[in-house]
């Protein structure tokens, strides 16, 4: 297993986009100060991603105030 840190990299863009060339994959493009991390993911694995970003999202806490 992936030895993890305990602070985390912020994303400061993310895009994504449909190859023309392969219409059954989704490109999720993550831009960090590290650089770009291209990832390919199927309908299934975009929609999992996509309910748990969502969930998980519902239960944050609100931001704190300066």
């Not at 985390?8 to 219409?23: I, L, M, Y």
């Not at 960090?32 to 969930?55: C, P, R, W």
Request: proline fraction near 5%; hydrophobic fraction near 40%; avoid cysteine.
């Amino acid at each position: 297993m992936t030895k993890r840190s305990t602070s985390a990299d912020f994303v400061t863009a993310f895009a994504t986009g449909w190859p023309e060339n392969q219409p059954e994959i989704m490109v999720l493009s993550l831009t960090t100060h590290k650089g770009v991390q291209d990832y390919a993911l199927s309908k299934e694995q975009a929609l999992l991603i996509a309910k748990t970003m969502k969930e998980t999202a519902a239960r944050l806490a609100k931001p704190k105030q300066a």
